[in-house]
Nanobody
Framework: QVQLVESGGGSVQAGGSLRLSCAAS????????MGWFRQAPGKEREFVAA????????YYTDSVKGRFTISRDSAKNTVYLQMNSLMPEDTAVYYC????????????????????WGQGTQVTVSS
């Protein structure tokens, strides 16, 4: 098990930027595949981005490609989601997720891949 704590959410105008952070408690952070998901009011939780345990592979949902960047810093046990050119439709609670791997890439876009979740951080984008 790993504890995940998100931070960096807030309110911003359309076109602005935010950087979300997710700090993990695991001493073996580098063995975990990490993901970001979001859930808007009245909608299902959806995949946003994921990064492999090595950091060499990243995955994005189409609506955020070119605007969001996922990265990880193993020295800080932290994964980041840099969000630029934010739009009102990006408004949601953003969740960090983690799953330990044995060196393979797990299906990155499925929420069922991940068994460890943070508490979520609210992102609100106004027009």
């Amino acid at each position: 098990q790993v504890q995940l704590v998100e931070s960096g959410g807030g309110s911003v105008q359309a076109g602005g930027s935010l950087r979300l952070s997710c700090a993990a408690s695991a001493r073996t952070f580098s063995s975990y595949q990490m993901g970001w998901f979001r859930q808007a009011p009245g909608k299902e939780r959806e995949f946003v981005a994921a990064i492999s345990w090595s950091g060499r592979s990243t995955y994005y949902t189409d609506s955020v490609k070119g605007r969001f960047t996922i990265s990880r810093d193993s020295a800080k046990n932290t994964v980041y989601l840099q969000m630029n050119s934010l739009m009102p439709e990006d408004t949601a609670v953003y969740y960090c997720a983690a799953e330990r791997t044995s060196g393979t890439v797990l299906p990155p876009r499925s929420q069922y891949t991940y068994t460890n979740w943070g508490q979520g951080t609210q992102v609100t984008v106004s027009s």
